[in-house]
T-cell receptor, first 109, second 113 residues
Framework: GQQVMQIPQYQHVQEGEDFTTYCNSS?????IQWYKQRPGGHPVFLIQ?????EVKKQKRLTFQFGEAKKNSSLHITATQTTDVGTYFC?????????FGKGTRLHILP | SQTIHQWPATLVQPVGSPLSLECTVE??????LYWYRQAAGRGLQLLFY??????ISSEVPQNLSASRPQDRQFILSSKKLLLSDSGFYLC????????????FGEGSRLTVL
């Protein structure tokens, strides 16, 4: 069945350093979405990428969708303490939405 | 505006007891509905999804079932809980098309003892 792999599982960075999480799907995706979950909370939508090779930016966050529509990445520049949480990618194929296992980001002050 | 309600927020159940988690969406019609489970510190596992009343797709064969008796109501059930059913259950909806973000409920934290 469809699988979405995400690495790394954990990431500790000093405040101000950059952070990247990677996502790979076993099948071609219709689109890919990124979510952020704060500790104790529920996932909150960040962005959706639809087109092959698409790149989108939200302030310090840069999202990319691979040319083959099977991989994606999220890059955060100059992390801040407010970036703490778990970042999930989610691959969509028809009505099914499969999440990666997430990358938990810890910020060291 | 659209809202999603999920309850109960927290419950502690003995092994072998039944389970019923409810989720309702307001402010939209014919949404796609989803149940996910998140084990402690783990990812989101898709359990069931529904594109319409009475239409349920099961992703993982297990001790759970889902029903959609009304357009905006999604219920997760079990006849006999197992220890491994413990986790954080999240209901979500999105507009009934092949794109668009998921809107999550606040979640139900289940502990099976």
């Amino acid at each position: 069945g469809q699988q979405v792999m995400q690495i790394p599982q954990y990431q500790h960075v000093q405040e101000g350093e950059d952070f990247t999480t990677y996502c790979n799907s076993s099948t071609t995706l219709s689109n890919i979405q990124w979510y952020k979950q704060r500790p104790g909370g529920h996932p909150v939508f960040l962005i959706q990428l639809v087109k092959s090779g698409e790149v989108k930016k939200q302030k310090r966050l840069t999202f990319q969708f691979g040319e083959a529509k099977k991989n994606s990445s999220l890059h955060i520049t100059a992390t801040q303490t407010t970036d703490v949480g778990t970042y999930f990618c989610a691959g969509s194929r028809d009505d099914k939405i499969i999440f990666g296992k997430g990358t938990r980001l810890h910020i060291l002050p | 505006s659209q809202t999603i309600h999920q309850w109960p927020a927290t419950l502690v159940q003995p092994v072998g007891s039944p389970l019923s988690l409810e989720c309702t969406v307001e402010g939209t019609s014919n949404p796609n509905l989803y149940w996910y489970r998140q084990a402690a510190g783990r990812g989101l596992q898709l359990l069931f999804y529904s594109v319409g009343i009475g239409q349920i797709s099961s992703e993982v064969p297990q001790n759970l079932s889902a029903s959609r008796p009304q357009d905006r109501q999604f219920i997760l059930s079990s006849k006999k809980l197992l220890l491994s059913d413990s986790g954080f259950y999240l209901c979500a909806w999105r507009y009934g098309r092949n794109t668009g973000e998921l809107f999550f409920g606040e979640g139900s934290r289940l502990t099976v003892l």
